[in-house]
Every structure is written in C-alpha cells, then in structure tokens.
C-alpha cells in the first residue's frame, strides 16, 4: 500500500473536479492549451477520482478515509512506472478564454518496486 496524498489547491471553493493519471506528457513536458489552462498528461489516460472541493482544495489517497492507495486506483505496475496526474476541473469564469474548466500544475511521480 502507498502512502501518497494528491492535494489540489487554489481552485474554486466547491469546483466539481476530476483527478486523472497519465503515462507521458503532453508535448514533451510544455503542455498544451486546454480550457483556461494547460493539459499536461497525455498517454493511456486513466480517470482516477471525481470530487468536489472544499474551501479550494481537494485530496486523494491515503490521508482521505475510504479513499484506494493512488498507485492501486492507477493501476501501476509492482514493478514500478512513472506517470503524471492532474486535476481538471469547473471553472465558469472567464479567463484566458471563452472555456468553462481549467486544470492545475501536473506533478510527476516514479514509482519503485
């Protein structure tokens, strides 16, 4: 069991949200335009969670009771990997453009055996 807590913050205080995995980066590490953000994961995404936050953050993994371990939700191989998360999520304001949605930083983790 992995003890990883994903926490994403600074969003909207109640924004409904989707945390997903990935096993690349978008465009090698630059990402590319996707709502009023950047989509950073690319490569057999993996939906991991849908939540909605709370005071602007939201967690998951292994400090947020009833929640999987991130590494067995993702499927990650014992053998180890490294894949990506990000979270997506509602943003109706507008922004930098017309999009409803917007995403956090993306964070990397190598996962060893």
Same mark, same amino acid.
């Given at each position: 069991? $992995? !003890?990883?807590? &994903? &926490?994403?913050?600074? /969003?909207l205080p109640? @924004? /409904?949200g989707l945390l997903f995995? %990935?096993?690349g980066q978008q465009a090698g590490g630059l990402g590319g335009t996707f709502?009023? %953000? &950047?989509l950073c994961v690319n490569q057999n995404v993996l939906r991991l =969670? /849908?939540?909605? @936050? !709370?005071?602007? !953050?939201? @967690?998951?993994?292994? =400090?947020?009771?009833?929640?999987? %371990?991130?590494?067995?939700q993702g499927q990650v191989p014992a053998s180890g990997a490294t894949r990506y998360y990000q979270h997506w999520y509602? $943003? @109706?304001a507008p922004f930098c453009t017309a999009g409803t949605f917007n995403l956090t930083n993306a964070v990397? /983790?190598?996962w060893l055996p």
């Open positions: 069991m $992995d !003890s990883v807590t &994903l &926490l994403a913050t600074g /969003i109640t @924004a /409904i995995q %990935g096993n709502g009023d %953000g &950047l =969670s /849908i939540r909605n @936050a !709370s005071g602007g !953050s939201v @967690a998951f993994g292994y =400090s947020v009771p009833g929640d999987p %371990g991130i590494a067995s509602r $943003d @109706a990397r /983790i190598d």
